[in-house]
């Protein structure tokens, strides 16, 4: 199982929502927690089936801001404990040996004069119950200067105050695969600043029943903050062949009507039953083809620009390539609009 952490920023927009769908999809997640969705109920709601999670609890936005939601899979045997506007507090039991252990999903006051709340919750959620722990989110904190790019210094009193509950609380910081930090707050050239304010801990016992599990920081488009991926030592990128589906929406496309005319009948005896299937096969090959030269571009070029804005966060050392980072972000953004559009087309279509 590999559980997602993002402080989305918002999921009140398409291009928020397709750039989650994504992620869920890629990495085949079954449990994701994120924080400001700044959205109801009604919402998130939607937003689950859209993703295809079962179950949820859904903690809905104040005004204009927050808001939070764990959601997982049908599968998952998950049992809330309990929770607040800053966190979400659970357990889940591993199908294959019923072993429980605890999850939190966590949110860090974003006020620096009630951070010290957020130190009372986690001494407290600590000392609710033993079980082998994982706690991950954005805590609007850093640990070091060294998780740090830009900006004034931050006060030591301020890291102090989150690394003593860290310790009281037995956690071990899980480390990452990716940029260095989490947040940018994308301005661009000396005003850029970076902090790594996302981040998973465990205790020992969680580290040793779950060996080898990383986290990965995932750069996108949509948010400041990265999202993180929980990921263990066999976890690769969701790929599955589909099924070939012919598209009524083809048909009206001159383009796509004479490649089947074309691909029928050729090289093939209609006569035989073998003529007929060889015909067939040709006839979903070429369409197939023909879709993903056309419309599949769009979803191709994000992905590429994607990877690019993950290599260029990650080489951001001093904040000097802001204007590149930002103008690929805005391109991402358009062309998620583009595919946006394309599916709504297609759905009227149908």
Not at 136 to 161: A, H, V, W, Y
Not at 182 to 188: I, R
Request: charge should be neutral; hydrophobic fraction near 35%; aromatic fraction near 10%.
């Amino acid at each position: 199982m590999n559980p997602l952490s993002w402080n989305c920023r918002g999921l009140g927009n398409p291009q928020s929502v397709r750039a989650l769908h994504d992620l869920v999809r890629c990495w085949d997640l079954k449990v994701v927690f994120f924080m400001e969705t700044k959205s109801k109920t009604k919402r998130i709601e939607m937003i689950k089936n859209r993703i295809g999670m079962a179950n949820g609890l859904i903690i809905p936005c104040i005004g204009r801001s927050g808001g939070l939601a764990l959601l997982w899979a049908r599968e998952v045997d998950l049992e809330i404990k309990n929770f607040s506007n800053n966190h979400i507090d659970a357990t889940i039991t591993e199908p294959d040996n019923n072993f429980k252990w605890r999850l939190t999903g966590f949110y860090g006051h974003p006020e620096t004069h009630r951070r010290y709340e957020s130190w009372h919750l986690l001494a407290f959620l600590h000392n609710q119950f033993q079980l082998s722990w994982l706690c991950l989110g954005d805590f609007n904190e850093i640990l070091s200067t060294e998780e740090k790019s830009g900006g004034t210094p931050r006060p030591q009193q301020q890291m102090d105050g989150f690394k003593k509950v860290v310790d009281y609380c037995g956690f071990q910081d899980l480390g990452y695969i990716g940029s260095d930090f989490t947040w940018c707050n994308m301005q661009e050239g000396e005003n850029r600043k970076y902090l790594r304010l996302d981040k998973a801990f465990a205790i020992l016992e969680w580290t040793e029943k779950f060996g080898g599990k990383k986290v990965l920081h995932i750069v996108d488009s949509t948010s400041d903050h990265c999202a993180l991926v929980i990921l263990d030592s066999t976890s690769n990128r969701h790929s599955q062949e589909k099924r070939f589906h012919f598209k009524a929406l083809w048909t009206k496309n001159a383009d796509c009507k004479a490649i089947i005319e074309v691909s029928w009948g050729i090289g093939a005896d209609l006569s035989t039953p073998e003529g007929i299937m060889e015909n067939l096969k040709s006839c979903a090959t070429e369409p197939t083809k023909w879709r993903l030269e056309v419309y599949g571009q769009i979803r191709k070029n994000i992905q590429a620009k994607r990877n690019a804005l993950n290599s260029l966060t990650k080489q951001d050392k001093g904040g000097d390539m802001g204007t590149e980072i930002n103008s690929l972000r805005k391109e991402i953004n358009e062309l998620l609009d583009d595919e946006e559009i394309y599916w709504g087309q297609r759905a009227k279509a149908h």
